[in-house]
Protein backbone atom coordinates (compact mmCIF):
# COMPACT_ATOMS: atom_id res chain seq x y z
CA UNK A 1 0.00 0.00 0.00
CA UNK A 2 3.08 2.26 1.01
CA UNK A 3 4.56 1.76 -2.61
CA UNK A 4 1.43 2.43 -4.51
CA UNK A 5 0.62 5.53 -2.69
CA UNK A 6 4.19 7.06 -3.34
CA UNK A 7 3.42 6.84 -6.82
CA UNK A 8 -0.06 7.73 -7.22
CA UNK A 9 1.45 10.62 -5.40
CA UNK A 10 3.99 11.43 -7.96
CA UNK A 11 1.32 10.85 -10.77
CA UNK A 12 -1.00 13.14 -8.89
CA UNK A 13 -1.64 16.67 -10.72
CA UNK A 14 1.72 18.60 -11.25
CA UNK A 15 3.34 16.51 -8.79
CA UNK A 16 5.45 14.87 -11.42
CA UNK A 17 7.78 17.73 -12.08
CA UNK A 18 8.90 18.02 -8.13
CA UNK A 19 12.13 16.68 -9.26
CA UNK A 20 13.27 15.87 -5.77
CA UNK A 21 10.36 14.13 -5.16
CA UNK A 22 9.58 12.13 -8.02
CA UNK A 23 13.90 11.40 -7.66
CA UNK A 24 13.51 10.38 -4.28
CA UNK A 25 10.11 7.45 -4.83
CA UNK A 26 11.67 6.35 -7.78
CA UNK A 27 15.16 5.73 -6.06
CA UNK A 28 13.25 4.28 -3.31
CA UNK A 29 11.23 1.88 -5.86
CA UNK A 30 15.07 0.77 -6.81
CA UNK A 31 16.23 0.02 -3.24
CA UNK A 32 13.27 -2.13 -2.84
CA UNK A 33 13.79 -4.28 -6.50
CA UNK A 34 17.47 -4.28 -5.87
CA UNK A 35 17.03 -5.98 -2.29
CA UNK A 36 15.10 -9.05 -3.59
CA UNK A 37 18.11 -10.05 -5.83
CA UNK A 38 19.30 -13.42 -5.39
CA UNK A 39 17.90 -17.03 -6.41
CA UNK A 40 16.07 -17.39 -2.87
CA UNK A 41 14.12 -14.67 -3.66
CA UNK A 42 12.90 -15.06 -7.01
CA UNK A 43 9.61 -15.32 -6.61
CA UNK A 44 9.39 -12.38 -3.79
CA UNK A 45 10.90 -10.31 -6.57
CA UNK A 46 8.22 -11.15 -9.46
CA UNK A 47 5.51 -10.46 -6.77
CA UNK A 48 6.61 -6.45 -6.20
CA UNK A 49 7.68 -5.93 -10.08
CA UNK A 50 4.29 -7.23 -10.69
CA UNK A 51 3.15 -4.79 -7.33
CA UNK A 52 4.95 -1.89 -8.12
CA UNK A 53 4.22 -2.14 -11.99
CA UNK A 54 0.25 -2.32 -11.78
CA UNK A 55 -0.44 0.07 -8.70
CA UNK A 56 -3.49 0.75 -7.74
CA UNK A 57 -6.70 1.80 -9.53
CA UNK A 58 -6.27 3.66 -12.93
CA UNK A 59 -3.59 5.97 -12.37
CA UNK A 60 -1.27 3.45 -13.25
CA UNK A 61 1.82 2.27 -11.42
CA UNK A 62 6.17 2.34 -11.32
CA UNK A 63 5.40 1.65 -15.71
CA UNK A 64 3.58 4.93 -15.72
CA UNK A 65 5.87 6.49 -13.54
CA UNK A 66 8.62 5.79 -15.63
CA UNK A 67 6.80 6.92 -18.65
CA UNK A 68 5.08 10.07 -17.89
CA UNK A 69 8.59 10.76 -16.24
CA UNK A 70 10.73 10.47 -19.08
CA UNK A 71 8.20 12.02 -21.49
CA UNK A 72 8.16 15.21 -19.44
CA UNK A 73 12.36 15.49 -20.19
CA UNK A 74 13.26 15.67 -16.54
CA UNK A 75 17.06 16.88 -15.12
CA UNK A 76 19.84 14.13 -16.00
CA UNK A 77 19.61 12.32 -12.57
CA UNK A 78 16.17 11.29 -12.93
CA UNK A 79 16.43 10.27 -16.02
CA UNK A 80 18.69 7.50 -15.22
CA UNK A 81 17.00 6.83 -11.95
CA UNK A 82 13.56 5.92 -14.32
CA UNK A 83 15.53 3.84 -16.66
CA UNK A 84 17.23 2.06 -13.56
CA UNK A 85 13.50 1.11 -12.36
CA UNK A 86 12.44 0.14 -16.00
CA UNK A 87 15.37 -2.59 -15.89
CA UNK A 88 14.67 -3.54 -12.55
CA UNK A 89 10.88 -4.00 -13.37
CA UNK A 90 11.57 -6.09 -16.29
CA UNK A 91 14.49 -8.27 -14.68
CA UNK A 92 15.00 -11.28 -15.28
CA UNK A 93 12.47 -11.29 -18.44
CA UNK A 94 9.46 -10.54 -16.44
CA UNK A 95 7.30 -11.15 -18.90
CA UNK A 96 3.45 -10.22 -16.60
CA UNK A 97 5.24 -6.84 -15.95
CA UNK A 98 6.30 -6.20 -20.08
CA UNK A 99 2.63 -6.86 -20.38
CA UNK A 100 1.52 -3.96 -17.94
CA UNK A 101 4.40 -2.05 -20.23
CA UNK A 102 2.36 -2.40 -23.36
Known amino acids: A ?9 LEGENLKDWNTTY ?3 EILCK ?9 QEQALKE ?3 TCAKGSGSGGGAERLVIDTLCARPEARVIQASLRLA ?3 LRPNNKDVQEVFV
Open 2 to 10: VMSRLISHC
Open 24 to 26: FVI
Open 32 to 40: VLESLQGPD
Open 48 to 50: MQL
Open 87 to 89: QLL
